[in-house]
Every structure is written in structure tokens, then in C-alpha cells.
């Protein structure tokens, strides 16, 4: 079963605009992650935010993760039409990293 | 650093036929998985190895999927005999330290298998 959800399932913006994703989970973690998949190609790691931190930074990326209401956030600033693509959240737990079902994101040039 | 290389890139077989697909995770990691993705989902764990043993198989249909990691290297999952709804993109992925749910995984880019 996938633990994670994101939200919105889909996402269009113009470029320079700011991105927010979320996604919910349901049990406790050691650590959530989030991945990009462009089209027809693998996830790439993006950011990883264990259960003891609020908030991490890298480049135009910044996740929060609130362990009390089992949600986490990402956020693109300044938006690129090169950051189309579908983003995931992954949780990770005693032995296992689950994936959530994605927000597909379109930037619009 | 060569990435996760997997083969073949795209495959189409009729139903009830056999399929595999073959794995060669980054040089060194200890730790590979497939994943099933179905258009619109995200990635499916469907089996863990550590070497070449294995962690976790608990979501592998074991009637009809099978994999190996022979010399804990290479990796090959096999499909036999194919449904309709094994359609989908298996994504093989490897990380250099077993996943106690800390480490980022590496992906290759798949193998888009449809079943006529």
C-alpha cells in the first residue's frame, strides 16, 4: 500500500512562480524524502528530512515536515519550465521507503 | 559515476508470455530493488535484496514474478506468464547502505513493459 499522498494530484503554474506540493501520511517515520521523475525516465532524489527536523533547504527547494499532523511540504521557488515533472514523496520506516501517488507539476513558459 | 543501467528499455509480449528484465546497479551498492510503477501510481517495492540475499519479497505476486541477484551484483526479474495488468514501468534501484529508511535511493530508467 502507498503511504504517502500528495496534493494537488496535478499542478500548472508560470514560470517564476513559487510550487507547493503536499503529502500526508498515516504512520510514524524516521525520515520522508521527495524524488522527481521526469517523463519517461527514473526518480531523482531531491531532499531528504528526518523526523527530529521542521525545515531543510537546497537551492530553490524548501521542505517542512510536521510529525504531529503527518504532512510535509515542498516548495519550488522561482519556477523553471525545466521543473515539469511528476514530484513524490517517500517515506521511510523501519525497513522500507514507500512512495506516494505524485503531484504532477507543469510549468508553463 | 555510471548510474543504474537496465535492459531492455521498452518490451511488448502477448499475454502469458514470459518476460525479464536485467538490472546492473551502481558499482559498490550493497542494496537493490524493484519497483513495479503503474501509469499515474507511484513506484511499487516489489522485492529488496542485500548482497544477494533477499530482505523483503513481501509485495512479489510469487506466482508468477521471480528475481535473482546472483553474485550480489546484477539482478534479472522474470514475469511468467504475463497478465494484462503487469503493464507498467519496473524501475530497478540501488542504494550503498541497507534502507532502514535513511538513505536515498538511485534509479535507472526503467523498463515500460506492455501486455497485449
Known amino acids: 500500500s502507498q503511504q504517502g499522498e500528495e496534493d494537488p494530484q496535478a499542478l500548472s503554474i508560470q514560470e517564476g512562480e513559487n510550487a507547493t506540493m503536499n503529502c500526508s501520511y498515516k504512520?510514524?517515520?524516521?525520515?520522508l524524502q521527495w524524488y522527481r521523475q521526469n517523463s519517461g525516465r527514473g526518480l531523482v532524489h531531491l531532499i531528504l528530512?528526518?523526523?527530529?527536523?521542521r525545515e531543510k533547504h537546497s537551492g530553490r527547494l524548501r521542505v517542512t515536515l510536521d510529525t504531529s499532523k503527518k504532512s510535509s511540504s515542498l516548495l519550488i521557488t522561482a519556477s523553471r519550465a525545466a521543473d515539469t515533472a511528476s514530484y513524490f514523496c517517500?517515506?521511510?520506516?523501519?525497513?522500507?521507503?514507500?512512495f506516494g501517488s505524485g503531484t504532477q507539476l507543469t510549468v508553463l513558459p | 559515476e555510471a548510474g543504474v543501467a537496465q535492459s531492455p528499455r521498452y518490451k511488448i509480449i502477448e499475454k502469458r508470455q514470459s518476460v525479464a528484465f536485467w538490472c546492473n546497479p551502481i558499482?559498490?551498492?550493497?542494496?537493490l530493488y524493484w519497483y513495479q510503477q503503474i501509469l499515474g501510481q507511484g513506484p511499487k517495492l516489489l522485492i529488496q535484496?542485500?548482497?544477494?540475499?533477499?530482505?523483503?519479497d513481501s509485495q512479489l505476486p510469487k506466482d508468477r514474478f521471480s528475481a535473482e541477484r546472483l553474485k550480489g551484483v546484477d539482478s534479472t526479474l522474470k514475469i511468467q506468464p504475463a497478465k494484462l495488468e503487469d503493464s507498467a514501468v519496473y524501475l530497478c534501484?540501488?542504494?550503498?547502505?541497507?534502507?532502514?529508511?535513511?538513505?536515498?535511493?538511485?534509479f535507472g530508467s526503467g523498463t515500460q513493459l506492455s501486455v497485449l
Open positions: 534501484a540501488s542504494s550503498s547502505i541497507p534502507n532502514q529508511g535513511g538513505e536515498k535511493l538511485f
Open positions: 504512520t510514524s517515520i524516521n525520515n
Open positions: 528530512i528526518r523526523s527530529n527536523e
Open positions: 517517500a517515506t521511510g520506516s523501519a525497513r522500507q521507503l514507500t
Open positions: 558499482s559498490g551498492h550493497a542494496t
Open positions: 535484496f542485500q548482497n544477494n540475499g533477499v530482505v523483503d
